[in-house]
Antibody
């Protein structure tokens, strides 16, 4: 079955960067886009962007452009999302999602990133 | 950017009640509208895609309708396991989630 296993919780200082990994199994990694979504404590869902694991192409909303980087290691079936210049407002659970035609069907378990001095 | 609004932001209903949630887009998004359910501490789950198509395995008490800018999500008979927050999501231009509707019993 499809599984997305994400890296563990992280605590970062303001101004630092964080890199979250998402290891896929149960399907052909390069056949489906990976999207990233975050959820701040007590808040709703916020989309960070998408990546095509086959081509490596990616995109993100204007809010995150220049601050988010999405990459992959195809031989490891793993996608990565790196967010830089962290502030307390970036404290959230970060999810990777396998998507098919923008349908967010398969979600990772989430990775908690806490930004605190 | 397309903005999504949902109403109500929260509601309380009894088991067996019909629950209706509305979602409005700031511009025409055609049929590019999905609905997700999120239970506390869990990842969201896709329930309905492209306005009214029920995801495989999702109970038929869930349904969706609408077009262009105005959409509706309905639970025909609320069950205890439906306690969750529900989000609409547009994907016509980039992608935006609605703010969510928390459903309680």
């Amino acid at each position: 079955q499809v599984q997305l296993v994400q890296s563990g919780a992280e605590v970062k200082k303001p101004g630092a960067s964080v890199k979250v990994s998402c290891k896929a199994s149960g399907y052909t990694f390069i056949d489906y886009d990976i999207n990233w979504v975050r959820q701040a404590p007590g808040h709703g869902l916020e989309w960070l962007g998408w990546m095509n694991p086959n081509s490596g192409n990616s995109g993100s909303p204007r809010k995150f452009q220049g601050r988010v980087t999405m990459t992959r290691h195809t031989s490891l079936n793993t996608a990565y999302m790196e967010l830089s210049s962290l502030t307390s407002e970036d404290t959230a659970v970060y999810y990777c999602v396998r998507t098919q035609q923008w349908l967010f069907r398969d979600w990772g378990q989430g990775s908690l990133v806490t930004v605190s001095s | 950017d397309i903005q999504m609004t949902q109403s109500p932001s929260s509601l309380s209903a009894a088991v067996g009640d019909r629950v209706v949630i509305t979602c409005q887009a700031s511009q025409d998004i055609s049929h590019y509208l999905n609905w997700y359910q999120q239970k506390p501490g869990k990842a969201p789950k896709l329930l309905i895609y492209d306005v009214s198509n029920l995801e495989a395995g999702v109970p038929s008490r869930f349904s969706g309708s609408g077009s262009r800018t105005d959409f509706t999500f309905t639970i025909s008979s609320l069950q205890p396991e439906d306690i969750a927050t529900y989000y609409c999501q547009q994907y016509d231009k980039l992608l935006t989630f609605g703010p969510g509707t928390k459903v309680d019993i």
